[in-house]
T-cell receptor
Framework: AQSVTQPDIHITVSEGASLELRCNYS??????LFWYVQSPGQGLQLLLK??????LVQGIKGFEAEFKRSQSSFNLRKPSVHWSDAAEYFC?????????????FGKGTRLSVIA | NAGVTQTPKFRVLKTGQSMTLLCAQD?????MYWYRQDPGMGLRLIHY???????AKGEVPDGYNVSRLKKQNFLLGLESAAPSQTSVYFC????????????FGPGTRLTVT
């Protein structure tokens, strides 16, 4: 079965600084990969997804993520963080061959942004 | 197009009471899911459905029941609520073809005292 690890529970960055959130997955082949964001008191919103092809994917709100097969990673990046990016971020993995298999989510990384 | 909606948004129950959470989607999605979110635990799958009339257990199904009598609705029931079921519950749906993107509802905050 697939699994997801987000090693960082909480990260604090200064506004304007760059950001990288880590995500490692366990799956025997190339999975579908997702990053979701959850603002306080809200549901989850999809930031970006990777299915195949170009390993660098662009998402909404200026985020990007890079799939590295050799490292089983799908890290999320943003070159310049804004205060409105403060939220919780979840990485998720899906099984390409079966839409019946639900996504598996990591435990999340909480991002705080300071002035 | 409302997407995924959840009813109610907030609820307080006493131990032993029962309730039903309603999830509705207007996107004609095949798959629907119920998750619970607890601090430091991420989202854990309770039950899911791959089509009308079908249900399956997820990671943490104990104490919950579900039904999918209509394609657009997915109900989550708590027969005898316990304090351990205090959580935020999220519903999600997925088309089942192509995009493979789960759409989430806004959540229901449940407190069991």
């Amino acid at each position: 079965a697939q699994s997801v690890t987000q090693p960082d529970i909480h990260i604090t960055v200064s506004e304007g600084a760059s950001l990288e959130l880590r995500c490692n997955y366990s799956y025997g082949a190339t999975p579908y990969l997702f990053w979701y964001v959850q603002s306080p008191g809200q549901g989850l919103q999809l930031l970006l997804k990777y299915f195949s092809g170009d390993t660098l994917v662009q998402g909404i709100k200026g985020f990007e993520a890079e799939f590295k097969r050799s490292q089983s990673s799908f890290n999320l990046r943003k070159p310049s963080v804004h205060w409105s990016d403060a939220a919780e971020y979840f990485c998720a993995v899906g099984v390409p061959t079966s839409g019946n298999t639900p996504l598996v989510f990591g435990k999340g990384t909480r991002l705080s942004v300071i002035a | 197009n409302a997407g995924v909606t959840q009813t109610p948004k907030f609820r307080v129950l006493k131990t032993g009471q029962s309730m039903t959470l309603l999830c509705a989607q207007d996107m004609n999605h095949e798959y629907m899911y119920w998750y619970r979110q607890d601090p430091g635990m991420g989202l854990r799958l309770i039950h899911y459905s791959v089509g009308e009339g079908t249900t399956a257990k997820g990671e943490v199904p104990d104490g919950y029941n579900v039904s999918r009598l209509k394609k657009q609705n997915f109900l989550l029931g708590l027969e005898s609520a316990a304090p351990s079921q205090t959580s935020v519950y999220f519903c999600a749906s997925l088309t089942g073809t192509g995009a493979y993107e789960q759409y989430f509802g806004p959540g229901t905050r449940l407190t069991v005292t």
